[in-house]
């Protein structure tokens, strides 16, 4: 099979991608080792995100509306953060596995071709014509490759790039059923780490505590009493997943780039994972390579910044091994 342009990988960043190219006429396969079920984690969308969904033809509004972020950061006051005045309106917590069908089901409307269940065994390029052996025994070939594999950047080190790691970072996540809270983000710092808690469509609730090393899922006050007075119930065993920053060291290369968190993966602290993998996903259709470089780097550097500040906001527990390790992290990745 021939195609202009494989994007190995099928998340968020590769439907972007997808959708970008169709709107310039090229024509893409995705090609997913897995499908579109379990679950994954990351489902909060801020208010901004609303023009670049728009611009995708996607609508999150039958997902559930967040009205904003509570946080005990830096005190144990609870801030309120209400996007009451934010100009795009409310954020979303979504069905991220249904979130994913639909910007997937726009991309094969848009004309892309997709396979799941579907792996890539080799990656040859001879005479400027990548070569990509599948398990199932058939072949594609295309003329440019897009790395849209994730936290592992699968593609763009078998092709020779190099993931720098800036912080390493442990998720331990758990999705909790059959209960009811208010409709906002809360963040909550403790001392080995932070807290997040946000109510999903179908009466779920996302809990996860972010930490350095491998911690008990044991939630903090507002967390616990959050899960309790909801009336939400544990029924399946929390997971760790990488949470960490990392980059890869360049981002783009003759005849292929990378995308969404393959490119450069955040702290979900940031809450701009999905916004980045979107936003890099639609770069595809609509720069050049070195544009496309200084894209990855001015997004890589504006999220380090950011990243710097909200760990810096939190001074309680100025010698804990995880706040250390944090502003460690922060005074040598803004550069
Ligand atoms: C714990 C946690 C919480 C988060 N919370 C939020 C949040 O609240 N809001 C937010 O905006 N962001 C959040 N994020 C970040 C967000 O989930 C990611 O930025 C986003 O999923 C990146 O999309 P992607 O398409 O680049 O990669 P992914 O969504 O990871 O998709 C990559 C796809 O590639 C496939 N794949 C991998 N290797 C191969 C291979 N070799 N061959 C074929 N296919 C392959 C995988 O199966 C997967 O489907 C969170 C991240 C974590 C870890």
Redesign the pocket.
């Known amino acids: 099979m021939r195609t202009p342009v494989a994007i190995?990988?099928?998340?968020?960043?590769?439907s972007a991608a997808a959708l970008s190219l169709a709107r310039r006429g090229i024509a893409s396969t995705i090609?997913?080792?897995?499908d579109d079920r379990g679950e994954?984690?990351?489902?909060?969308?801020p208010p901004s995100a609303r023009p670049l969904l728009e611009s995708l033809g996607i609508s999150p509004d039958d997902h559930l509306p967040s009205t904003g972020n509570r946080s005990s950061w830096g005190s144990d006051a609870v801030d309120d953060m209400p996007f009451l005045f934010s100009p795009y309106g409310n954020g979303w917590h979504l069905d991220r596995r249904r979130f994913?069908r639909a910007l997937i089901a726009r991309a094969v409307a848009a004309g892309t071709t997709r396979r799941t269940n579907?792996?890539?065994t080799s990656v040859t390029r001879d005479n400027r014509n990548w070569r990509l052996q599948l398990d199932d025994g058939s072949a594609i070939d295309c003329a440019f490759l897009i790395d849209?594999?994730?936290?592992?950047s699968?593609?763009a080190r078998l092709l020779g790039a190099r993931r720098v790691v800036h912080d390493r970072l442990i998720?331990t996540?758990a999705f909790l059923d059959g209960g009811h809270c208010d409709a906002t983000t809360l963040i909550e710092a403790a001392e080995d780490g932070w807290w997040?808690s946000?109510p999903l469509p179908d009466s779920r609730l996302a809990v996860?505590l972010?930490s350095d090393t491998p911690r008990p899922f044991t939630p903090s006050p507002l967390t616990r009493s959050r899960i309790d007075s909801g009336g939400y119930a544990l029924t399946a065993q929390p997971r760790r997943?990488?949470?960490g920053s990392a980059r890869l060291d360049r981002a783009c290369g003759d005849g292929w780039l990378a995308?969404?968190?393959?490119a450069m993966?955040?702290d979900?602290i940031s809450?701009?994972?999905?916004?980045?993998?979107l936003s890099t996903?639609l770069a595809t259709g609509e720069t050049s390579l070195p544009d496309y470089q200084s894209f990855v780097d001015t997004t890589w550097r504006a999220y380090a910044r950011m990243r710097q500040a909200c760990y810096a906001g939190e001074g309680r527990w100025g010698e804990a091994p995880f706040w250390r390790g944090r502003r460690a992290v922060a005074s040598h990745s803004t550069g």
Not at 8 to 14: D, K, N, T
Not at 40 to 45: A, D, F, I, Q, R
């Open positions: 190995v990988g099928g998340g968020p960043a590769a090609i997913e080792r897995g994954k984690p990351g489902e909060s969308l994913e579907t792996r890539v849209a594999t994730g936290r592992a699968w593609l998720a996540v997040y946000a996860m972010v997943v990488d949470a995308i969404g968190d393959a993966s955040f979900p809450s701009h994972g999905l916004l980045t993998a996903g």
